[in-house]
């Protein structure tokens, strides 16, 4: 494929007219950030590079054509951030959000129509470590404070580029996708995200170096994700997919699936597990009791992971699937890609807002691909629904409720 690759700095320059074009912030002023990671491969792969550039370039003429009668949000400033190791972008964040608080914006009295003061618009262009670390800052900021809350929910929006590998947490799975947020009609929501913490020992002394040996940004909760949060198979899956495209660039989820079926067990054997399961009331509505592979709670239904693995096919937010054989694995692996694993008896299906997992032995959790390891004298752990903070944008066509409430 010939052209020319998208760098951050195109980026910069093609988004502009995008941005102007969109009447989410009519009347007000509207300064960029772009939180870029150069070596994300929708940056560095040439094909995806050249791709995005293409779809980039076409909007940004489309949109060139419309503001000729007006610009319809006013661009004060694009600012490019390029992260340069793990942890980079909860900098930025921290940064921005002081810059906010120092210049007197106030996240009061600022809903549709306000031009009251001026509005961040974060853009993550990676992976979606990128955007673990740029929405984790923000929530945990919001949730420290009062005064920030607002700050967030009202002022800051977050748009996620689907430049990573899987790309299960961005706005979008493609780039043309992620842009019909700014140039097709569409609304500001709020997004939840899942807590997760656990209410046994921290870990100290032989059982913290264990630990340590995970490389976590945070050893101690309380843990986010933005997606899916889960234990199990699937976590070490994710653990080594990390570690491999530490070493080598690529997609490796699938060969990591095809060899977690035959070594997982090896290294945490499945035992029995009680998981209690809570409706949005605090009512339990399950328990199961038995040995797992895995269990997970999403954001919403309808939710992927794994490079588009089909988990959450439906609109029911917990999943769980039993133990099984390593004939019976080998043959079920690919109903979680398509999501047909959701008419097997082995696998447990709930609308839910909360679980509770007690267990006495080591596990793997992982939030958005942010892995940790669990002891059993850390349990009981907990998942659970957040209320929405997140400012994210939502095309009007959505086809389904994805843990965002409109505003």
Same mark, same amino acid.
């Given at each position: ?29 509207? &300064? ?15 094909? #995806? ?20 009668? !007006?610009? #319809? ?8 951030? &390029? ?20 210049? !007197? ?86 997004? $939840? ?14 059982? $913290? ?36 495209? !530490?070493?080598?660039? !690529? ?28 409706? #949005? ?46 004939? $019976?694995?080998?043959?079920? $692996? ?67 409720? &994805? ?5």
């Amino acid at each position: 494929m010939k052209g020319i690759l998208l760098s951050p700095e195109l980026l910069v320059q093609n988004i502009k007219p995008v941005i102007e074009s969109c009447n989410l912030w009519q009347g007000k002023s509207l &300064k960029v950030i772009i939180i870029a990671n150069p070596t994300a491969g929708g940056f560095t792969q040439k094909k #995806k590079s050249i791709a995005n550039e293409l779809v980039l370039q076409a909007a940004a003429e489309k949109a060139a054509e419309s503001i000729k009668s !007006g610009v #319809k949000t006013t661009v004060s400033e694009i600012v490019l951030r &390029k992260t340069e190791h793990a942890g980079h972008g909860i900098q930025f964040v921290t940064e921005l959000l002081k810059e906010a608080a120092g210049s !007197g914006v106030s996240g009061e009295n600022s809903g549709a129509g306000d031009s009251s003061g001026g509005d961040y618009l974060i853009i993550t262009a990676g992976g979606d470590g990128t955007h673990l670390e740029v929405q984790t800052t923000l929530l945990k900021a919001a949730f420290a404070d009062a005064a920030t809350k607002q700050l967030v929910t009202n002022k800051i929006t977050v748009l996620r580029l689907p430049f990573g590998t899987g790309n299960d947490g961005s706005d979008g799975r493609e780039f043309a996708d992620t842009l019909r947020r700014l140039t097709e009609p569409s609304h500001f929501a709020l997004q $939840k995200a899942v807590k997760v913490w656990y209410e046994g020992e921290h870990p100290n002394g032989e059982s $913290k170096r264990k630990v340590d040996t995970y490389d976590s940004l945070d050893v101690l909760p309380p843990w986010y994700a933005f997606n899916i949060a889960s234990i199990g198979i699937d976590a070490f899956i994710t653990y080594m997919t990390n570690r491999t495209k !530490g070493v080598m660039p !690529g997609d490796f989820y699938q060969m990591w699936v095809d060899l977690a079926c035959v070594f997982y067990g090896t290294k945490f054997p499945s035992k029995p597990m009680k998981i209690t399961v809570y409706d #949005k009331n605090g009512e339990i509505i399950d328990t199961v009791q038995s040995a797992v592979e895995f269990c997970l709670l999403g954001v919403s239904g309808h939710r992927t992971y794994g490079s588009n693995h089909k988990i959450l096919p439906t609109d029911e937010t917990f999943c769980t699937v039993k133990k099984m054989g390593l004939i $019976k694995k080998l043959i079920q $692996k690919n109903t979680f890609t398509d999501g047909t694993h959701a008419g097997k008896p082995t696998t447990v299906l709930r609308t839910a807002s909360k679980i509770r997992v007690d267990y006495n032995q080591d596990i793997l959790v992982q939030m958005d691909g942010e892995v940790h390891l669990l002891q059993p004298a850390q349990y009981p752990l907990f998942m659970e629904h957040t209320e929405p903070v997140i400012r994210i944008i939502e095309c009007n066509d959505a086809p389904y409720y &994805k843990g965002a409430d409109a505003i």
